[in-house]
């Protein structure tokens, strides 16, 4: 029995403040094998790590990220609203977060507000191209990556398409799956249609890894790590029984 591939969702953000650096080397640290980050452009066209559209939430900059100077972002505090002790924690310019990613941990690239062909060239340049993908939630930006970006690999979520043949026209390389939308027959024609299976789950019910692994689910885009390889060791010792 294999084990899952592990994508943490935002770095890992259990233990250090989302979309940073310090997240970043948290899932290193963690053994995972890919880090699922968020994309947004300053608006004088510098490339950030960063989920929200407003700041408030995870820094201490103000109003929407999008009408933001580089040169404020780059002095702004992004850790301190997780833990005191990331205070100073700054939101990483994504070629500095790229650069840290190198021959260190694959890279799943979420893009909120930026050029997919700037995100693919930045990717290639470190070497990070051939292992990447991308998804976004923005339609003109996935038509964008179609057009722009053809060799960077593209995510699409199930509950967008409805079907593993709309995916597989779509020219997508992934399709990820929500518990809510999760059957083995879905998993399995996935599979064979040679799509790669994901999941999200940003929880930790145990019950929702245990189905996902029995649906044969390749790799997992959640936050609780250790309890996801602990449902798993259990299943692994199970059945080497």
Not at 57 to 64: A, C, D, L, W
Not at 152 to 157: A, I, K, S, T
Not at 182 to 208: H, N, W
Not at 213 to 233: M, P, S
Request: proline letters at 2%; aromatic letters at 8%.
């Amino acid at each position: 029995m294999n084990r899952a591939r592990i994508i943490c969702h935002r770095g890992a953000c259990l233990t250090a403040p989302e979309n940073t650096l310090a997240a970043l080397e948290g899932s290193i640290a963690l053994g995972a094998d890919v880090i699922e980050f968020d994309i947004r452009q300053s608006s004088d066209g510098v490339l950030y790590v960063f989920h929200d559209d407003t700041l408030e939430r995870t820094s201490n900059g103000k109003g929407r990220f999008v009408d933001a100077l580089s040169t404020d972002i780059d002095r702004w505090d992004a850790g301190s609203w997780f833990d005191q002790a990331y205070t100073g924690e700054r939101i990483p310019r994504l070629e500095t977060f790229l650069d840290s990613c190198a021959d260190r941990i694959e890279t799943y690239a979420e893009i909120k507000d930026a050029d997919p062909a700037r995100v693919r060239d930045m990717l290639a340049a470190r070497g990070l191209l051939e292992t990447a993908w991308t998804f976004s939630f923005d339609p003109d930006i996935q038509a964008e990556t179609r057009a722009k970006a053809p060799d960077l690999r593209r995510m699409v979520l199930y509950c967008h398409v409805g079907n593993v043949a709309r995916a597989v026209a779509s020219g997508a390389h992934i399709l990820e799956f929500h518990p809510e939308d999760l059957t083995f027959d879905r998993v399995r024609e996935a599979k064979e249609a040679g799509l790669i299976t994901q999941m999200f789950y940003d929880g930790e019910d145990q019950s929702v890894f245990e189905t996902a692994l029995e649906c044969g689910i390749e790799q997992f885009n959640i936050d609780h790590v250790a309890r996801f390889r602990a449902v798993e060791a259990r299943r692994q010792l199970a059945a080497a029984k």
